[in-house]
């Protein structure tokens, strides 16, 4: 017998035939298989139907499971028709043999608008366990372990299926990554990284989300990683600080939006005292200089920091020691603005009302004059009570503005970044301590073509990508390690 069945996503004769063909050009495939929604009007001439709902869902991989009679198991993702390397199968059973993995994925090609570009993919991690990791299309398994997997996957997933399967897969097997360019596919979608990022909190995206929620907790409990909702208490009882409040904005060179963005600090309506520390993180185009328009005001204080390597994050760490450092450090970016003159009281009061050592809000994407753009309002829904703090390891980001109480962030301090510096806070302050929610929009978050994330290369994207599934692992470590401590008690 040949060593590898194939499954393939099957819309049509033309789109599977060069697929089709590429892969019995190999010699190595025993069977194909195509994943097809219904039977109706189709042809099948080299392969063999296997008839599905959903490509991600429990059952289908069920059915792959069943059906594989191969020592090795290959399963396609995507429809549009893939063209495999040389010796590219060839090259990957002999890294799944040596490796001894569960499964391999590789480096790509993709061809966009009839061009070919890299498509490098990262190495896989303890804490990747973003139900979006990007593995490519190309996943080659060994047989045996991809049943045992299977087999241990309990809850019938519409969407979510796949996503479990890798979850299970990597609790006893390693996913292994192959840094070399083993096939090309077309790839459809052309949105920037900007418009891309916030897909997994698209309300449209909500049943998905609740799904994947559900097998990543699973999960979760099954390593020995989960955290009940019960949490350390916390007292707001400093009483050393001169100002209730303090919002944070580190800026460089954003000279088209900083003035909107102090102006709207500086309208604030509240019964407590606060101000506005600014990191000028050494500007050239003039932000200083609109910095400096509002010097009258005795509520901002304008740091330009001595040092010259400093992030996002060691901006924060500036900020929040400096001693006029208000009780409670506010969030807010230099693109960005409070909705309105209360989103500060209310920040603050939801502090005191739900005892909490965090706030995360809600926010309404817009463009650059404030006009709503999809996907609209971002709340965070799956930042619960009861759940959030494991399904943070899950998800990309936490949700704007944030907010911390200053004597916890000042042990904890912020890691000297200029990304996921903030989502590193939430996930340790939520290991042992209440975050409170707020659900009204009371942040504008402008969308264009200056953001840092707006327009970001491969590389870039997977920097970021490995810098914060490197920060879910550490967390995840300390999470197992916190449990077996607290069983020991």
Known sequence: MKPINCFI??????????????????????????????DEDKEFTQASPLYIKNLSASNTIHAIAAHSDANYTL???????????????????????DSDAGMVYADHYQIIEGMRKDAPVIDYQYGSLRDDFDFGSVLLFRTETFKEAAARMKTDYKFAGLYDLRLKLSQKACLVHINEYLYSEVENDTR????????????????????????CTEHLKEIGGYLAPEFEPIELSADHFEYEASVIIPVRNRI???RDAI???????????????????HSTDGTTEAIDEFKNDGRLIHLVPERSDLGIGGCWNIGIHHPDCGKFAVQLD?????????????IVRTFYEQKCAMVVGTYKMTDFHMNEIPPGIIDHKEWSPGNGRNNALRINGLGAPRAFYTPLLRKIKVPNTSYGEDYALGLAFSRHYPIGRIYEVIYLCRRWEDNSDASLDRIKMNNHNLYKDRIRTWELQARISLNKKKSKR
């Not at 010796?87 to 043999?97: E, G, N, S, T, V």
């Not at 897909?199 to 998905?208: A, K």
């Not at 102006?263 to 993180?281: A, G, M, P, W, Y």
């Open 9 to 38: 996503p099957y819309t049509g004769k033309e789109q599977v035939e060069k697929t089709i063909q590429d892969l019995k050009e190999t010699g190595l495939v025993n069977k194909i298989y195509l994943l097809a929604t219904d």
């Open 75 to 97: 399963l396609y993702t995507k429809y549009p028709t893939v063209t495999l390397g040389m010796f590219a199968l060839d090259r990957m059973i002999q890294i799944l043999q």
């Open 192 to 215: 920037k990284s900007g418009e891309k990022i916030f897909d997994y909190v698209d309300p449209r995206n909500r049943n998905v989300q609740i799904e994947m929620e559900q097998a």
């Open 256 to 258: 088209r939006t900083i």
């Open 263 to 281: 102006r709207s600090v500086l309208c604030q309506k509240t019964d407590f005292k606060f101000n506005l520390i600014i990191i000028n993180n």
């Open 334 to 346: 230099s693109d960005d603005v409070y909705k309105n003159e209360h989103t500060l009281a209310t």
